[in-house]
């Protein structure tokens, strides 16, 4: 966890190198299968095969924040979640972590930094089956799609955001309209983000007692906070005008390698 490497991640930890062992896999699943063998002849990518690839990727993506949010207690706000990072970047540090077991997700909490000179973490667990599917995406899932997507110039790219496209991370509006269509679908009501943080709380209150969710109440009723999260996404939409995708080299098929090695 303290680690401050520039790409750090659990997953690019040297001891396990889940990545690149991810990363292998699934290019050999692609290779074995006959859909997947169409995405790539020859030397060449097949861009059209790859973005329809990429954009079922996308789907899953949109699947996997709407549960990271409605099954990790609390809910963060909007563009807390959207943001969050699962390597660490120039200036900023990853966001999840992997502590006993469990997979983790930090996010702060700026209200108390006026008084302590530093934000309130706020670390949030994930449920056991959602973290191991949050760790094979994030090792084998996001590696391939990354490597795909770098390769064709089609979609996120090289990102150290788990949830962004070509223009940085997602908008809070992504989330919103997500909500609002898997809540219908399974709920029969439609509830967008601030609907389900005010429904989230109350079910605390009831289920778990009257503490739950203390600092949320405070949150609400003050104006400084609610200053900072207008600022946060005034500070995100210019990130996501001026955002450009670095170039990256990215590691070619196995039997591609094999065979400049052979």
């Excluded at 609002?180 to 709920?187: D, G, V």
């Excluded at 983000?193 to 109350?202: D, G, K, L, M």
């Excluded at 500070?235 to 996501?240: E, F, G, I, V």
């Amino acid at each position: 966890m303290t680690v401050k490497k520039r790409g750090w991640y659990f997953g690019a930890d040297p001891n396990q190198d889940l990545e690149a062992q991810g990363l292998d896999w699934m290019l050999k699943r692609m290779l074995g299968s006959n859909q997947g063998k169409k995405m790539r002849r020859g030397d060449q990518w097949q861009s059209r095969l790859v973005a329809n690839y990429l954009r079922r990727v996308d789907k899953f993506r949109e699947l996997f924040i709407f549960c990271v949010h409605v099954l990790s207690g609390q809910p963060a706000r909007g563009t807390e979640i959207t943001s969050l990072r699962f390597r660490n970047g120039v200036a900023n540090h990853r966001n999840v972590f992997v502590l006993d077991g469990r997979v983790m997700t930090v996010t702060s909490y700026h209200k108390s930094q006026a008084m302590l000179d530093m934000p309130k973490m706020v670390p949030r667990f994930l449920p056991w089956k959602l973290g191991q599917i949050a760790v094979i995406y994030l090792t084998h899932v996001r590696a391939f799609a990354e490597l795909l997507s770098v390769q064709v110039q089609y979609g996120q790219g090289w990102s150290d955001y788990i949830w962004a496209d070509s223009h940085g991370p997602w908008e809070t509006q992504k989330l919103t309209d997500t909500m609002k269509r898997e809540t219908a679908k399974r709920l029969k009501a439609k509830l967008h983000t601030q609907n389900y943080r005010h429904a989230a709380v109350f079910l605390g209150r009831r289920f778990v007692g009257p503490r739950f969710a203390k600092g949320y109440r405070e949150e609400a009723e003050d104006p400084e906070e609610a200053r900072r999260v207008i600022w946060m996404t005034i500070s995100r939409r210019a990130t996501r005008s001026s955002y450009r995708k670095p170039a990256a080299s990215a590691p070619e098929p196995a039997d591609t390698r094999s065979e400049r090695t052979s």
